[in-house]
């Protein structure tokens, strides 16, 4: 979807009434903006942890959207006031402006054009239209935000199953997702699933270049309303940036934890909410400290296994601006630098499918239960891992 399609589905014609209702209202927070003739606003819930400010830019979908602009509210009356993810798109494409001010309701005047309003609804219909999972809820783990080790009796068998290697699982899911959708020279190497307590994928989502600020983790969490479910997990290629971090901090009310697999060395990725609050962590190694096994893969011409975040990292920092002028990690994801790396993701994937398959092997019911899932999820999508 381009960047006017999407602006035409996420907003509708309103009139002067409903924004003056809804801003003198007392019920909603809200922010408004003119350009040239016209008015745009957004309306949420008090209750809702999508802010006016962050639709705003996010549906109008152009980087400079406030650029110039004075930016009414009747709820922030400076930067201070904004929200973790009003604060994170703003650093993104902003550079920390616009001039906000809280506004007297009998400051507004009505415009000599029309009023359109930023619809969620809308918003969050489209997405979740595009990326489809699955509609029946399991219980494939208890708690996916557990690490637990399992323990095996003296037979071999498991007396008591962990959970701390599902997680690479999804991860690789997530990576799979990538590069089997990926089009062309399209700069749209980020996918993020969003996975609940019980490790449903509830929602995903993939970068979309031609719409700013789509990216993984804006998609999926705007499909599911900008409501992330207590006590999940996002499962993100790339770190994600300080728009995304934001809002993944905003929608899980600080409840919701972010695993990554490659980093992002870049500034827009640098001191996110995530890295602030310690919601956000890069899934690496094999047996990190207090943490949930990150993904070892084989590449073909590799003598061993290795660690996919660090092999990521160091791969990207070895090309940076020397093949094809790759300059992002998105880039490089998809470059035929990372092409072995991808595979052997892929591979282990399916190894694990099979493995799991086999009647002769004494298997994890956790483990067991998430593989048969993301094959599953991952047929729906069109992948199929048999
Ligand atoms: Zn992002």
Not at 263 to 273: E, F, Q, S, V
Not at 275 to 304: E, I, Q
Not at 306 to 321: D, N, R
Not at 322 to 351: D, F, H, Q, R
Request: net charge positive; proline share 4%.
């Amino acid at each position: 979807m381009d960047a006017t399609t999407f602006r035409n589905t996420a907003q509708e014609p309103s009139t002067w009434g409903e924004l003056k209702k809804d801003f003198d209202g007392g019920e909603c927070y809200v922010a408004c903006y003119q350009k040239g003739n016209d008015i745009y606003y957004a309306s949420t819930p008090k209750t809702s942890a999508i802010r006016p400010m962050w639709l705003l830019v996010m549906a109008r979908s152009s980087r400079k959207v406030f650029k110039g602009v004075d930016v009414l509210t009747n709820y922030a009356s400076n930067a201070n006031a904004r929200s973790n993810s009003e604060t994170g798109i703003m650093q993104l494409t902003l550079d920390n402006s616009p001039k906000i001010s809280k506004t007297s309701p009998l400051g507004l005047t009505a415009p000599t054009g029309g009023v359109f309003r930023i619809s969620l609804d809308r918003i969050q219909a489209a997405l979740a239209a595009k990326y489809k999972v699955p509609d029946a809820k399991k219980t494939l783990v208890n708690d996916i935000q557990s690490f637990t080790a399992s323990v095996k009796d003296s037979e071999g068998n498991y007396a008591t199953a962990g959970t701390h290697t599902v997680h690479r699982l999804y991860l690789a899911a997530a990576f799979l997702l990538l590069r089997k959708k990926h089009q062309g020279n399209s700069k749209d190497g980020v996918v993020a699933l969003v996975v609940d307590k019980t490790g449903n994928v509830v929602s995903w989502g993939m970068k979309n270049p031609d719409v700013s600020c789509w990216h993984g983790e804006t998609s999926a969490l705007m499909a599911l309303g900008g409501v992330a479910p207590a006590g999940g997990c996002v499962f993100s290629t790339l770190k994600p940036c300080k728009m995304c971090a934001g809002l993944i901090v905003d929608s899980g009310a600080s409840q919701v934890k972010a695993y990554y697999g490659q980093d992002d060395p870049g500034d827009d990725a640098d001191n996110t909410a995530l890295d602030r609050t310690g919601l956000g962590k890069t899934l690496d190694a094999h047996k990190a400290h207090n943490m949930p096994y990150g993904l070892m893969v084989k590449p073909a011409s590799a003598a061993k296994a290795t660690p996919l975040g660090s092999a990521l990292h160091s791969g990207f920092s070895g090309q940076k601006g020397t093949v094809g002028g790759i300059v992002s990690p998105i880039e490089y994801v998809n470059s035929s630098g990372a092409v072995e790396l991808m595979a052997a993701t892929e591979e282990a994937l399916k190894n694990k499918i099979k493995k799991y398959k086999a009647t002769d092997v004494k298997l994890n019911p956790n483990t067991k239960q998430v593989v048969e899932y993301l094959a599953d999820f991952l047929r729906l999508q069109g992948i199929s891992l048999d």
